[in-house]
């Protein structure tokens, strides 16, 4: 697991509709990661987590060309945050570790 997130949950498309809701509409920084753990996962800051988790996760609209990683994702990692100074810091230190070169 990811020293700097807190948080981690699995994930897989047949989660029921209402997964999403154990997530707060609140700051973070979170990382999704594939089953292959040599994939470099996807790392990003927001100010509501349920809500882009949803955008980035839910199954795709037709047509839509909006990024969707619902098929490549295995696990959520994340941590709140409390402020935005919070978030940029956070999000710093995860890319770090995360691309250390």
Request: neutral net charge.
């Amino acid at each position: 697991m990811n020293q700097v997130l807190t948080h981690s949950i699995p994930f897989s498309t047949g989660h029921p509709a209402d997964f999403f809701a154990q997530f707060a509409a609140a700051p973070a920084v979170f990382a999704l990661r594939g089953a292959d753990e040599a994939a470099e996962p996807y790392v990003s800051k927001t100010a509501n987590l349920r809500r882009r988790l949803q955008r980035l996760l839910a199954p795709p609209e037709s047509q839509s060309k909006r990024l969707n990683l619902r098929e490549r994702t295995a696990t959520i990692e994340y941590s709140l945050t409390g402020s935005d100074f919070e978030s940029v810091l956070l999000l710093y230190r995860t890319l770090r570790q995360e691309f250390p070169d």
